[in-house]
């Protein structure tokens, strides 16, 4: 389902994020460190990097993403393996688990944080970062599209992403007994290239609802959601514009 080469298109714009959130993670010498959803391990291996005593987990659900991070160099203390972000299960207590962009995929986030929780070392730390734009023209044009009688019956049952907010998740840990600190930031990317918002969408949002069509289907799919897209989205000779909200956590456990 994931292309790890159209995933890292928008590199840069997808990484700042995680450095962001990592920069708010106060731990001196962690044993062992999991990163859920690591994509093709690049910012796995700064897990690695800051912290080399640690024996570092690497965790994706998608095997091609898993693949491409086996395929990179990486040092000994790193390990890459294709799992459930909510079912895996750490070899020992965790004390820093990272998450960038990837438990939005989740749901039931009560539930799931009470599983990620469990997984804590006493004085571990929960840090994670979600996108919260799906309410965005972006991700109402592509519910519109989806609806639409050629596409419905098929897409009916594709997941679409979803993100609390940052009150609830304050909320939500706060009541299992970890000291949160919660915010929230607004990107204004400034896009590159021709149809910058669909690429964008390609790498992330889009892939599920492809999968879930035959080539055809897809093809008319985005052929239906470009306009859309370009009417919201207008660009400029600098680029396009795409407002982007993105959620943090970072939540530490008590001793």
């Known amino acids: 389902m994931w292309d790890p080469a159209r995933y890292s298109h928008f590199r840069d ?27 093709t391990g690049d910012l796995t291996r700064v897990l ?27 040092p000994e203390s790193l390990r890459f393996e294709v799992a459930d972000l909510a079912g895996w299960e750490p070899p020992a207590p965790l004390d820093v688990l ?33 996108p919260a734009n799906f309410d965005a023209p972006s991700h109402r044009h592509i519910d519109e599209v989806r609806t639409l009688p050629r596409f419905a019956a098929k897409l009916a049952q594709v997941r679409r992403g979803h993100a609390e907010s940052i009150a609830a998740y304050e909320e939500l840990l706060s009541g299992l007994g970890l000291v949160v600190d919660a915010w929230e930031t607004a990107y204004l990317h400034v896009l590159p ?3 910058a918002v669909l690429e964008w969408l390609l790498g992330t949002t889009l892939r599920p609802v492809l999968a879930a069509l035959e080539p ?8 239906t959601l470009r306009p859309l897209l370009r009417q919201s989205y207008p660009a400029h000779a600098r680029g396009t514009p795409f407002l982007f909200t993105r959620r943090f956590v970072v939540a530490r456990r008590g001793r």
Request: glycine share 10%.
């Open 13 to 39: 714009e997808r990484k700042r994020p995680f450095f962001e959130l990592l920069a708010r993670v106060d731990v001196d010498a962690p044993s062992h460190v999991a990163d859920l959803g690591c994509g």
């Open 216 to 223: 055809e289907e897809g093809r008319a799919f985005l052929d």
């Open 98 to 130: 990272v998450s960038n962009a990837a438990l939005h995929w989740v749901p039931d986030h009560g539930a799931l944080l009470l599983r990620l929780v469990a997984k804590l070392a006493p004085g571990g730390v929960l840090a994670f970062q979600v």
């Open 193 to 195: 290239g021709e149809d």
């Open 48 to 74: 690695a990097e800051r912290w080399k005593g640690a024996r570092v987990y690497g965790v994706d659900s998608s095997a091609a993403m898993v693949e491409e991070a086996r395929r990179r160099p990486a």
